[in-house]
């Protein structure tokens, strides 16, 4: 898997070397800027999913194998991006195929309740402690702004605390203050990890607070951590003035047998999911306390009603089944989480061996590129961390055969194997060396 860099003269310069990246890159993926340039006359930017687009045309793909991606210029790669999480058990996972074969047998769009949704929900409500009922939506987002508007109902209040830089789907985007299309909920921005400002805020909006939505760990803003502290500050804070606290397990909720929850041991009153728990189908799901989930009851009042189409479409439904109950069982998460914690000490044992000012933070199996060596608390952290370093190593590790997030995530798959993780530490050490005077700058 590991191709040789080709070794060019060492520039000395961030744009210089970026520059050259890119065209390189340009150079070889005709077939993915032919595709980017068709693409543009019928979607904006040829783009129907912002997170993907990267400077100077996106990556096209056109087949993935187990762990491998093939591009459209025919280039193969280990993919350690894992779709952002949702691609969890690799591309073609016998077990989930089957379980997908099988509802295809069985005919889709049944347009009645099937028995596919009570398996999963059991499932999900046994995996986490928090979740006593469940409800499927289609994706996370849909997920938490269901999880919102519930605990908005349910407490009378209308605000929604949040965090500076959190993630919560496409309308509940919150970097650099939040993007002008979030769905118009009354916001209270908090700043993550930081226990006194978040207290005294909350403290000033106790009467009116209706819920917190918090990632344990923030995903998308660079796989910063929750401390333990700030997330029992949050508990016991919400206990104190009866608001409800949401915790976004759209990511974590791999990070162990019992998601970020069990692996912190604070529990909230709701829990929201997504990504790989339908197998690697859309799928969002949302639960809590039981008092909680129960306005939805349709057999008692006030029997709210929570509508969606494809909320039990049995391919997720399926798909999630053989997901929870056979390949990611609780063993396998805690596994996992234990290989992720090995690669991304390994991977920073090669950036300090290197003495560059490079550094991934995470959880497990879920972890991310930083060009700092400050230590990394909140999204503000990152104010010294060049973007233009993240993206030279983005595109030198795609030349040798590997694809993480152009802003540096990575979400480990199942089939990746040890020799891939081998290989991908390997290719980290050659990147760093050939472009140690630039990290340097
Ligand atoms: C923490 C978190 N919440 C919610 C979402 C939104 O999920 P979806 O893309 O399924 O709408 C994401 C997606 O990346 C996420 O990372």
Redesign the pocket.
């Known amino acids: 898997m590991n191709k040789p860099l080709e070794t060019t003269s060492v520039m000395d310069d961030i744009d210089n070397a970026l520059a050259a990246a890119r065209q390189k890159y340009i150079e070889s993926h005709p077939a993915s800027r032919d595709a980017h340039n068709a693409a543009q006359k019928f979607m904006p930017g040829g783009n129907t999913r912002t997170?993907l687009y990267h400077d100077p045309f996106p990556l096209r793909v056109v087949k993935g194998s187990n762990s491998k991606l093939t591009d459209a210029d025919g280039h193969e790669f280990l993919n350690l991006l894992g779709e952002?999480?949702?691609g969890l058990f690799g591309h073609n996972h016998p077990e989930i195929r089957k379980a997908i074969d099988q509802a295809l047998d069985q005919g889709i769009n049944l347009s009645a309740h099937n028995l596919h949704e009570i398996r999963l929900a059991d499932l999900v409500c046994q995996r986490f402690p928090s979740i006593e009922r469940v409800r499927f939506t289609n994706?996370?987002?849909?997920?938490?702004l269901m999880a919102i508007s519930t605990a908005r109902y349910v407490s009378g209040r209308s605000k929604v605390m949040v965090f500076d830089g959190g993630?919560?789907?496409?309308l509940?985007y919150f970097g650099n203050g939040g993007i002008p299309i979030n769905a118009p909920f009354d916001y209270l921005l908090g700043s993550y990890n930081d226990i006194e400002t978040t207290r005294a805020l909350i403290r000033s909006n106790q009467d009116d607070l209706a819920c917190i939505l918090v990632?344990p760990m923030m995903?998308?803003a660079g796989c910063i951590p929750g401390k333990v502290e700030f997330l029992e500050m949050l508990r016991s804070e919400a206990d104190r003035c009866e608001a409800i606290v949401i915790f976004?397990?759209?990511?974590?909720s791999r990070l162990s047998g019992g998601g970020a929850q069990k692996l912190f041991d604070v529990m909230p009153d709701m829990t929201?999911l997504?990504?790989y728990i339908g197998g690697g189908m859309?799928?969002?799901a949302f639960g809590g306390r039981s008092d909680i989930m129960e306005i939805f009851n349709p057999e008692s009042q006030p029997g709210i009603p929570h509508a969606g189409t494809f909320n039990n479409n049995s391919l997720s439904m399926a798909a999630g089944c053989a997901a929870m109950g056979r390949v990611f069982t609780p063993e396998l998460a805690d596994a996992l989480h234990h290989r992720g914690e090995d690669l991304r000490n390994e991977l920073n044992r090669i950036a300090n061996k290197m003495q560059v000012s490079l550094q991934f933070t995470g959880i497990g199996s879920l972890m991310n590129l930083h060009a700092t060596a400050e230590s990394i608390n909140c999204p503000a952290d990152l104010k010294s961390s060049d973007p233009r370093i993240k993206q030279l190593v983005f595109f030198d590790l795609l030349e040798s055969g590997y694809y993480i997030a152009p802003r540096g995530f990575i979400a480990l798959m199942l089939s990746i194997t040890d020799q891939d993780l081998q290989g991908f530490c390997n290719a980290f050490e050659q990147v760093i060396s050939k472009r140690k005077p630039v990290l340097e700058t």
């Open positions: 997170v952002y999480t949702a994706s996370g987002t849909e997920a938490n993630y919560h789907g496409g509940l990632e995903g998308s976004d397990e759209v990511m974590t929201t997504g990504k859309s799928f969002g």
